[in-house]
């Protein structure tokens, strides 16, 4: 099956997998699975390996539905390990509601939305958005305690903050892919300050959709406002000695400094010995795995070193689940880039090219909702957006780059079951399936909207 058939196939997947997963109640994981298979099988992908003329191997379902379960652990797995264990250490120690403490103090006890979600925007400029999310998620759930504000507006908060930057903003890969690709890469600088601006509009409709969402939608770890100060108080109590702030920042600040500091370098250009250390301690991986180190010492300090084997035991417990329905939406987006959706796409562009700089946004959009990953439908559209540039009227650098940020806007746009962000934000917030897609995938067709319409607006006054 190709071209349109193929694409209805597709949004028929998507609609049998959201009843699957929350009207009949079958385990995301197995609903993912079956509709991966279901779609490999509609798009004629071989049942197994097949050996062409040219000597090349075309990789049959089975092959690609392994390649994608493992690409996903290869790319986030141990991320997600590692970012747990440091959140529960942080949450045994106290550390936590100490970081929630200083945050109070820095913005007041009446904002912690919007701090929170500027916490994410900032950290998501060197830091992939599921990672931060998994960073930031025991502040966030500290926070939620220490002030009873809904549970739902802060998860949606830090969430959109963090896709925010990480679409428009360099050094994350998908900004610096796409406008390398579009032929701007000697004009980062212009990149990072045009998705500054165009960070605007998105962080506003968030905030206020994530306050609109926070009175609609309840999760497991709300807290009643009349037990706020009780249980705060008691939680104080319980832990006896709260660590240092310096002891508690450093699991959470010392990961992003060295992938800030990775970035900046590689960025750069530099090389030698030195370079290679830093860009191999800040891989998120080893940059977590440092994080490990510090939280480590940080549980050692407060005396309770006997407690770490529970610790790495609960958090592998706790991550378990998490793990394989992430896994399972790297299946079905290897699927989906596997089939001739995306070929089909690129092969009549040209029709859409009246839309101007909307037809980068919804080509984005398309791909995005497709496979899942943001990067790859970033780099994906700059390469089918690229040769159009001129075509499209998009002739000097600026131009280019309001097309590299419309691209950006069109990756937000939605996250839902085959994309590895939508699982990590419900899993670690307490979100059902269901009201996963009330919060982040609706919320992030918001951000989606709120972007474009700012970049259209600027399109029409820059040139």
Same mark, same amino acid.
């Given at each position: 099956?190709?071209?349109?058939?193929?694409?209805?196939?597709?949004? %028929?997947?998507?609609?049998?997998?959201?009843?699957?997963?929350?009207?009949?109640?079958?385990? #995301?994981?197995?609903?993912?699975?079956?509709?991966?298979?279901?779609?490999?099988?509609? $798009?004629?992908?071989?049942?197994?390996?097949?050996?062409?003329?040219?000597?090349?191997?075309?990789?049959?379902?089975?092959?690609?539905?392994?390649?994608?379960?493992?690409?996903?652990?290869?790319?986030?797995?141990?991320?997600?390990?590692?970012?747990?264990?440091?959140?529960?250490?942080?949450?045994?120690?106290?550390?936590?509601?100490?970081?929630?403490?200083?945050?109070?103090?820095?913005?007041?006890?009446?904002?912690?939305?919007?701090?929170?979600?500027?916490?994410?925007?900032?950290?998501?400029?060197?830091?992939?958005?599921?990672?931060?999310?998994?960073? %930031?998620?025991?502040?966030?759930?500290?926070?939620?305690?220490?002030?009873?504000?809904? $549970?739902?507006?802060?998860?949606?908060?830090?969430?959109?903050?963090?896709?925010?930057?990480?679409?428009?903003?360099?050094?994350?890969?998908?900004?610096?892919? $796409?406008?390398?690709?579009?032929?701007?890469?000697?004009?980062?600088?212009?990149?990072?300050?045009?998705?500054?601006?165009?960070?605007?509009?998105?962080?506003?409709?968030?905030?206020?959709?994530?306050?609109?969402?926070?009175?609609?939608?309840?999760?497991?770890?709300?807290?009643?406002?009349? &037990?706020?100060?009780?249980?705060?108080?008691?939680?104080?109590?319980?832990?006896?000695?709260? #660590?240092?702030?310096?002891?508690?920042?450093?699991?959470?600040?010392? #990961?992003?400094?060295?992938?800030?500091?990775?970035?900046?370098?590689?960025?750069?250009?530099?090389?030698?010995?030195?370079? &290679?250390?830093?860009?191999?301690?800040?891989?998120?991986?080893?940059?977590?795995?440092?994080?490990?180190?510090?939280?480590?010492?940080?549980?050692?300090?407060?005396?309770?070193?006997?407690?770490?084997?529970?610790?790495?035991?609960?958090?592998?417990?706790?991550?378990?689940?998490?793990?394989?329905?992430?896994?399972?939406?790297?299946?079905?987006?290897?699927?989906? +880039?596997?089939?001739?959706?995306?070929?089909?796409?690129?092969?009549?562009?040209?029709?859409?090219?009246?839309?101007?700089?909307?037809?980068?946004?919804?080509?984005?959009?398309? %791909?995005?909702?497709?496979?899942?990953?943001?990067?790859?439908?970033?780099?994906?559209?700059?390469?089918?957006?690229?040769? %159009?540039?001129?075509?499209?009227?998009?002739?000097?650098?600026?131009?280019?780059?309001?097309?590299?940020?419309?691209?950006?806007?069109?990756?937000?746009?939605?996250?839902? +079951?085959?994309?590895?962000?939508?699982?990590?934000?419900?899993?670690?917030?307490?979100?059902?399936?269901?009201?996963?897609?009330?919060?982040?995938?609706?919320?992030?067709?918001?951000?989606?909207?709120? +972007?474009?319409?700012?970049? $259209?607006?600027?399109?029409?006054?820059?040139?």
């Amino acid at each position: 099956m190709t071209g349109l058939p193929l694409i209805f196939a597709f949004w %028929l997947a998507i609609v049998i997998m959201i009843v699957m997963i929350s009207k009949l109640r079958i385990h #995301p994981f197995i609903s993912i699975m079956l509709v991966s298979l279901g779609l490999g099988l509609a $798009a004629g992908i071989p049942l197994v390996d097949h050996k062409l003329d040219n000597g090349t191997v075309q990789h049959g379902l089975a092959t690609i539905i392994g390649q994608g379960f493992s690409g996903t652990f290869t790319s986030i797995g141990i991320v997600i390990i590692l970012g747990a264990m440091i959140g529960t250490v942080l949450e045994k120690t106290g550390g936590a509601l100490k970081l929630a403490d200083m945050m109070i103090r820095l913005v007041g006890k009446t904002k912690p939305v919007i701090a929170v979600q500027l916490m994410g925007w900032v950290v998501s400029i060197p830091v992939f958005c599921d990672s931060g999310f998994v960073i %930031l998620s025991p502040i966030r759930k500290a926070l939620v305690r220490r002030t009873a504000v809904s $549970a739902v507006a802060m998860t949606f908060a830090l969430s959109s903050g963090l896709f925010i930057s990480h679409v428009f903003i360099p050094p994350t890969p998908g900004p610096i892919a $796409a406008a390398s690709t579009l032929g701007i890469g000697d004009y980062l600088l212009q990149v990072i300050g045009l998705g500054l601006l165009c960070s605007i509009f998105p962080l506003i409709a968030g905030y206020f959709y994530a306050r609109w969402i926070g009175t609609k939608v309840q999760s497991k770890d709300e807290v009643q406002p009349d &037990e706020a100060t009780k249980s705060y108080t008691a939680l104080i109590a319980s832990y006896g000695k709260l #660590p240092s702030g310096l002891s508690t920042l450093a699991p959470i600040v010392v #990961p992003i400094a060295l992938m800030a500091l990775s970035s900046i370098v590689t960025m750069a250009g530099m090389t030698g010995l030195s370079v &290679e250390v830093i860009r191999f301690l800040g891989t998120p991986i080893i940059a977590l795995g440092v994080g490990m180190v510090f939280a480590t010492m940080q549980l050692f300090s407060v005396g309770r070193s006997e407690e770490f084997y529970a610790i790495c035991n609960d958090s592998l417990m706790t991550v378990g689940p998490i793990l394989f329905i992430t896994a399972a939406g790297g299946v079905l987006g290897k699927v989906i +880039a596997t089939s001739d959706m995306v070929k089909y796409i690129s092969a009549h562009a040209d029709v859409f090219g009246g839309l101007g700089i909307f037809f980068p946004f919804l080509l984005s959009a398309v %791909l995005k909702t497709a496979q899942g990953s943001s990067t790859v439908a970033m780099i994906t559209t700059a390469g089918i957006i690229a040769p %159009l540039l001129t075509v499209l009227g998009f002739d000097t650098p600026l131009q280019a780059t309001l097309v590299c940020m419309a691209i950006g806007a069109g990756a937000m746009t939605v996250s839902h +079951a085959n994309d590895s962000y939508f699982w990590v934000v419900s899993e670690f917030s307490g979100l059902t399936p269901d009201q996963g897609y009330r919060v982040q995938t609706m919320g992030t067709l918001v951000l989606g909207i709120a +972007a474009m319409v700012e970049i $259209a607006l600027l399109s029409m006054v820059l040139r």
